[in-house]
Structure formats: C-alpha cells, structure tokens
C-alpha cells in the first residue's frame, strides 16, 4: 500500500511540476491568459505534496523564511503607500508565488534527481506556436506589433517572446546532456543503414535551433545577451576550455572587423541599435526615471507597488494609468525594487538570492572539486551538469533583470520560474 501511494504522489509530483511553467508562461499569450488562473490549484497542490520536506530539510525552511521577511516588509511599506490596498494584495501575491515556485522546484529536483525537464512542455509549446506564426503570419501583427522591430508571434510584445524562450531553455540544454550521456545512442549513429538520423537526437537538435532562431527574430537584445552569457556561464563550469579559446579568438577577429570595415561596422551598429539612437538609448529613457525614483524611495520605499507619480517616461514605454494609479515601465530591477521598498527592501530581496548561491558554492563546488583532487580524475561527472546549467540559468536571468523591472513584477511570468530555477540550488540530489 505504501509503494503504490509513493507511486501516486511521485505521478502527481510529475504531472505538476511540467504543468506549472507551462501555465505560467501562458500569461505571455493574450489568447491563453486564462490557463494562467489554475496557478493557485497547482501550487496548492505542491503544498499538499511536499509539505513534509520543509519538516527535512533546514536550508529549505530558511529560504523559505527569507521570502516571508521580504514578504512582510512589503506589507509594512502600505503604511506610508499611497494605494495601500494594492501594495498589501501585491505582498500578499508575491509570497504565493515565492513560496509556490520554491516549493515546487525544490520538490522536482528531490525527486526527480538530475532532471530539468519540468519547462520542457512549456519551451515545445511555444516553439510549435511560435513556428505556426512564422509560417502563417498569423496573427496580422506578428511582426509589426510591440515595438514593431521583430517577432512576437502570439505574445503581446518580442521581449515577452524571448523571455518565454529564456525562461524556457534549461529544460532544452539538459535535454541535450541527456541523449549525449554514454548509455543514449551517439548524436551522429544513424538509426540503421538508411540515411537518416535517430529521430529524438533530431528532434532535439532540431528544436535547439528553432529556440535559436526564434529568440533572435525576436530581436530582444537582452535576452539574447542573457543566453549567450549563459551558455559562456556552463562553458566555464564544466571547463571546456577549448571552446571557450575558440570563441575568444574569434570574438577578436570580431572586433578588428568591427573597428577597421566600415560596411560591417555600419551594419552592426544598425543592428545593435535597432535603427536609431545607440545601442542603451531604449534603456536609458527608462532607467534615467528610475534612478530618480529610486532616490525617492530612499531608505524605506515608496510602498511595494507603487511608481512615483511625479516621474514619468515618454509615451510608447509602456508606462500607463490604471484606476488613477501611475505604473511606470522601470527597465531595471534594482532600482525598481528600491524605489518601491527601500534599500531595505532591496537588502532583503537579494538574501535568498544569496543564501541560494551560498549553498550551490559550499555543496557543489567546493566540496566537488575537493572530491577531484583526491581522486586525481580530470572529468567532470554528468550527474552534475543539470545544477552547472540551473546556475547558469539564474546568472542569465539576473543579467536579463537588469533590462527589465521583473523583479517587482509579481504578475510577471519572470519571478516564479526565477525562484522555481532558485531553489533547485538549496538541495543537490548528486552525490560527492
């Protein structure tokens, strides 16, 4: 009886767990936000699930404790808000959504070692709509809609596209290191003597560069840089030096064409500053506010939520009113999260953050590396590659936080899958 009730919460668990990023990133999908609303079912019933683990394990309850704290602090900051109804329903939501995406991570990585296949629903489902787009043109304004430089498919704008993809690719690469481990067919064995490749290995590689290649048309230069840092991020991690040497080389015959060809020089500063202005012109019109408002917001906050009225952006940032509220488009995180709860705030924001990273260092590099030197082995274990790409992932997205404001974002589809990546780090199923 025991066996078969393990059996039903582990299918449970599995059946979640690829639900929730898939029905998260749904909110980047006019036409399928409402799926969004089967969030707080699923995350209840992550709680239902796992709640014996927060009894188990020590650094989950902090982590925990420390999304309460910023929880409350964002609370406390309706005394001096001017909505304070708003900003006591957005702490509120912010927690859910912290404790939900951790929780639902921390239990997938414990019981589904070594795996990050829980986005990869999600990242198939929005590459097939993404692709019926490109080859349909529809919706009409596929191309001309958002800031009208790129595609945006179905979404409601190209950098919510290829936050979706970004969010989305860890399920992809690991899929990767999966068919490359020694028990999986080679990448390049033919299936039989006929002409053609072993289909999953296809298919994988397939839809790499369909991920690829949507994310670029895009032309959402933050997440495109995110994903190349991240990709830099693994590279350095497993040691694979003679790519990274490879890439250096070319990145400096990169740079002499740059400087010395003024057709290519001409070319990429086109690209780079999609057609005007240079290349942080976009950004700068909103950060300029930003920092401003964050000086507003001082040592306490402006109340979580909450825009300085009196600081506006141009019209066409995304910057509106809603119900007589001013909710300014913020283009980084930090100092949205300053402006709307203080350095205080921010201090505790970043401290499950950190805590995440402390013990990623302390369990898996150290101690890793330590179990390298005294065996003298070169190699570095695949068991640990699924960890090397999820902090590769949350290097990515907090570099891509720093072109949007997801951080204060709690309807955003940023924040939860963040955490859910975050929290994969507190406890590592491979052992040293």
Do not use: C
């Not at 005007?276 to 040592?299: C, H, Q, T, Y």
């Amino acid at each position: 009886m025991k066996i078969i009730l393990l059996i039903k919460k582990q299918s449970v668990i599995n059946i979640v767990g690829y639900l929730i990023p898939a029905v998260i990133i749904s909110r980047a999908f006019p036409l399928f936000t409402f799926v969004y609303y089967l969030l707080p079912v699923l995350f209840l019933l992550v709680f239902i699930q796992g709640y014996e683990f927060i009894f188990k394990d020590r650094n989950l309850r902090s982590l925990l404790l420390l999304f309460l704290v910023f929880g409350l602090w964002s609370a406390v900051t309706s005394f001096w808000s001017d909505y304070p109804l708003i900003t006591l329903m957005r702490a509120g939501y912010f927690v859910f959504i912290a404790l939900g995406g951790v929780m639902t991570g921390y239990i997938w990585f414990k019981t589904n070692p070594d795996s990050l296949a829980l986005s990869l629903p999600a990242n198939v489902v929005i590459i097939i709509l993404s692709l019926f787009s490109l080859i349909t043109n529809i919706p009409a304004d596929s191309w001309t809609g958002g800031h009208g430089k790129g595609f945006m498919g179905f979404t409601g704008h190209q950098n919510i596209l290829a936050a979706a993809i970004l969010l989305t690719l860890p399920g992809v690469f690991n899929l990767l290191i999966k068919i490359r481990e020694p028990n999986q067919p080679d990448p390049l064995r033919l299936e039989s003597r006929k002409t053609k490749f072993h289909i999953p290995i296809f298919l994988t590689y397939s839809l790499i560069v369909a991920n690829f290649l949507i994310i670029i048309l895009t032309y959402s230069r933050a997440s495109i840089l995110s994903v190349v840092i991240g990709i830099m991020m693994f590279l350095i991690f497993i040691k694979a030096y003679k790519i990274l040497s490879a890439i250096f080389v070319l990145s400096i015959v990169f740079l002499i064409l740059f400087l010395s060809v003024y057709p290519i020089n001409h070319s990429i500063n086109n690209l780079l500053n999609k057609g005007g202005g240079n290349v942080l012109s976009r950004r700068i019109i909103l950060w300029e506010p930003s920092f401003e408002a964050s000086k507003m917001g001082g040592i306490f906050g402006l109340g979580y939520g909450m825009s300085a009225p009196d600081i506006k952006t141009p019209k066409l940032t995304g910057s509106h009113y809603e119900n007589g509220r001013y909710i300014r488009e913020k283009g980084n995180s930090v100092l949205a999260v300053i402006e709307e709860s203080g350095w205080i705030g921010f201090i505790l924001f970043l401290m499950p953050i950190v805590h995440s990273f402390v013990i990623f260092f302390h369990r898996h590099q150290v101690q890793y590396y330590e179990h390298l030197a005294k065996s003298k082995t070169k190699p570095i274990s695949k068991k640990n590659y699924s960890l090397y790409i999820v902090y590769s992932a949350l290097i990515a997205l907090l570099v891509h936080s720093q072109f949007e404001g997801w951080w204060v974002g709690v309807g955003s589809i940023h924040l939860p899958i963040f955490y859910l990546l975050l929290s994969m780090t507190v406890k590592s199923p491979a052992k040293n």
